[in-house]
Structures are given as structure tokens and as C-alpha cells.
């Protein structure tokens, strides 16, 4: 299916994140790290878009962002509800709070992120009274709960259990359960895989995709592991230093991949294809720059193989090369050779 024929649901333009930095002199100029730069992106209905990037790239603020865990320093951020466009941003404390049951995320430590002090039954159970979805002391709330915890693979027995009683893997489909108890619409899923081993990940990937089917959930799907975002994106965003570089549908980013960033990135994806072995393995030189003080014209210029003159200058332009392949680069690479 063509990308455009397909309904947005949250249209985020320019948005920016800025966070200030404390100043050690008064006289000093206040500072920011530019965790998100200036990000343009429709998220459709039904999709699971994977943002991958390194580390400290700004994609765990960018899904805080549209959730509104932090407003936005610049920026809009719309969200398609009944027919109408939300403001996020112009949301009142009351409104947002009936909007975030819509919204919802998972993080990537459900150890930090569980109450140890409550059984997964109240886990599952608070977002449920303080939505309103249930009143205190109704019956049926727990058969609702009994279902969620099913349908997420967790034995019903383990309703009265504390989340310590559970392996990571049991405890990473609590947290799915808490979200998708609220029948929430977007889900941000923040390196939900993770820490899990290898076989638990695939388990919980399927998981998730399953649910994802059964309630027609969007899902931005935020991981440093490409070879997981692979497996589970309908389109893929790089991140570099704040800003979006490339975003493409999964299959032609792979095959037809624009961006020295991506491609130093795919290079370092392990394979058990022979094929693949002869290919040659970009390694990154330098360290990733100060998203204080990011370098100028492209931010990636300083460690980019292909770099220019005019790369340390002017910011390339986020560019629509076609098939909703965007890219931001002055020398794009070209279709390769098969
Ligand atoms: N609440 C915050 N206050 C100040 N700086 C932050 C905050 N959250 C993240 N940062 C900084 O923003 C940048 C991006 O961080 P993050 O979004 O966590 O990246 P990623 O999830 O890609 O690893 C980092 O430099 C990080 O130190
Ligand atoms: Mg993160």
C-alpha cells in the first residue's frame, strides 16, 4: 500500500527540544543541549515506525516530546482524533491527562518502572480507575484484568504476585499489559526489547506485533539495535545529533540506502549471510559531537567519508527523493549495485 493513501495520525512539525544547561557563572550564556533539533515526521494509522540512532541521539526525548512528558520547546504536534487535529501542546492539564490514555508508552526497564510495593492486579489496575475505564470495587474490573494479562501471556494466577516474583521478561509484558489495558491508539515503545535476552526478545516482539494486529495500535518503536527495528518497522527513521537524516519505508532503506550515516549503521548490522560478509564494514571515526555545540552546516560532516566543502556549511535540506523516502544530505548515495 502507498504511504499516502494512509491516515495520519500525528503530523509533528519542526519540533524542537531544547534542555537548558545549569549555568556555573551568572554572567555566563545560557546554554541548551539540542536533544531534538527541528523534527518533521507524519505518523500513520496502524504503522509501526522503528527510530533508531546511537545512543544519546535524542529519540528517548523525541517519543517524551509527543507524549508531552516535556513541552516542546518549538514546534507543533498534532494528533488526528474523530476527525479533528489536537494541538498537544494547547492542551490543558485535565484534557491531557483523558488524551494520555490514549498515549501511552512502555519503557524499556519494567524494574524501575513497576511499583514493587503492588501486585500486578493493582498495576494493571490503577491506570484503569484513574481513567475512569472502572469504578473501585466493580467485579468485572477483574476479568477485564484476567483478559489483558491473558491475551499479554501472563498466567492469571499471577494476579496477587509482586512484580520481584517475576524474570525480566514476565515483568516487560506487565508493563505491556498496564499500557494496553488503557486500549491506548500510539504506543511508544522506548527499547522495550532491550534488555532482554535474545529469545525473550523475539517472544516480546511478538507479542507485541499480535496486539498490534488485534487493536490497530501505532506504534513508534524506538531502539539502538537495527537489527531488531528491521524485524519489526513498517518505515525506519535515523537519528543523528538530534535531527531526522533518513526515513524510508524498511524494505527500500535497506536496498536503496541514501545517507552515509545509515549506511555506516546497516554495515555494522551482524550477518549470517554469506553474501553479506564480503561487504565492506564502515567503521565510524570520531566521537559523536556535543549536541551543546553541534557542528555546523551538516552535523554528521565531521564524521562523514563522502564530506565536502559545502557539508561544513550549509545544512543540507530534508528532501523528498520519492516513495516517501526523505533525506537530509548534500551527496546522497545513489541505488547500489545488486
Ligand atoms: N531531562 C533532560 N534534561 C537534560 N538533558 C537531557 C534530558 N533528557 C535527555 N537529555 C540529553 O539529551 C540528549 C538526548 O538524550 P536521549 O533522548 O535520552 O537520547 P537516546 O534516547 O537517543 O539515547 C542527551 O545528550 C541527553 O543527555
Ligand atoms: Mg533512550
Known amino acids: 500500500m502507498q504511504t499516502n493513501e494512509k491516515k495520519v495520525l500525528l503530523r509533528i512539525q519542526d519540533v524542537k527540544q531544547y534542555f537548558p544547561i545549569k549555568k556555573t557563572h551568572f554572567r555566563e550564556k545560557q546554554k541548551y543541549v539540542k536533544a531534538n533539533d527541528g523534527i518533521t515526521l507524519d505518523i500513520y494509522e496502524g504503522e509501526t515506525f522503528g527510530l ?101 501471556g501472563l498466567s492469571t494466577y499471577m494476579f496477587g504476585r509482586y512484580p520481584h516474583q517475576f524474570s525480566g521478561g514476565q515483568r516487560q509484558r506487565i508493563g505491556i499489559a498496564r499500557s494496553l489495558a488503557l486500549r491506548p491508539r500510539f504506543v511508544v515503545c522506548d527499547e522495550a526489547v532491550s534488555a532482554l535476552d535474545v529469545s525473550i526478545q523475539s517472544q516480546i516482539l511478538n507479542l507485541l506485533r499480535d496486539l498490534k494486529e488485534k487493536d490497530n495500535l501505532t506504534y513508534l518503536f524506538i531502539t539502538h539495535d537495527l537489527s531488531v527495528v528491521k524485524y519489526v518497522s513498517d518505515r525506519i527513521g535515523v537519528m543523528y545529533l538530534g535531527n531526522l537524516v533518513e526515513v524510508s519505508e524498511t524494505g527500500e532503506l535497506f ?49 562523514c567519508r563522502y564530506c565536502q566543502e559545502v557539508c561544513t556549511q550549509q545544512e543540507p535540506e530534508w528532501t523528498n527523493v520519492g516513495k516517501g523516502h526523505y533525506v537530509a544530505c548534500h551527496f546522497p548515495l545513489g541505488r547500489k549495485e545488486k
Open 52 to 152: 533508531v540512532g546511537e545512543s544519546g541521539c535524542g529519540k528517548s526525548t523525541f517519543g517524551r516530546t509527543i507524549l508531552q512528558l516535556y513541552p516542546q520547546t518549538h514546534g507543533e504536534i498534532l494528533y488526528q482524533k474523530d476527525g479533528e487535529w489536537v494541538d498537544l501542546k494547547a492542551q490543558d492539564r485535565e484534557s491531557m491527562r483523558s488524551l494520555r490514555k490514549e498515549l501511552q508508552i512502555v519503557f524499556q526497564d519494567p524494574y524501575s518502572s513497576l511499583n514493587p510495593r503492588m501486585t500486578v492486579g493493582q498495576i494493571i489496575g490503577e491506570g484503569l480507575l484513574s481513567h475512569g475505564m472502572f469504578k473501585r470495587g466493580d467485579g468485572a474490573m477483574k476479568d477485564y484484568i484476567f483478559q489483558i494479562m491473558e491475551d499479554c
Open 255 to 303: 536496498e536503496n540506502t541514501m545517507h552515509p550515516y545509515t549506511e555506516a549503521l546497516l554495515s555494522a548490522i551482524p550477518t549470517t549471510d554469506v553474501n553479506d560478509r564480503k561487504k565492506e564494514r564502515i567503521l565510524l571515526e570520531g566521537d559523536i559531537p556535543s549536541p551543546v555545540n553541534p557542528p555546523r552546516g551538516c552535523k554528521f560532516h565531521t564524521r
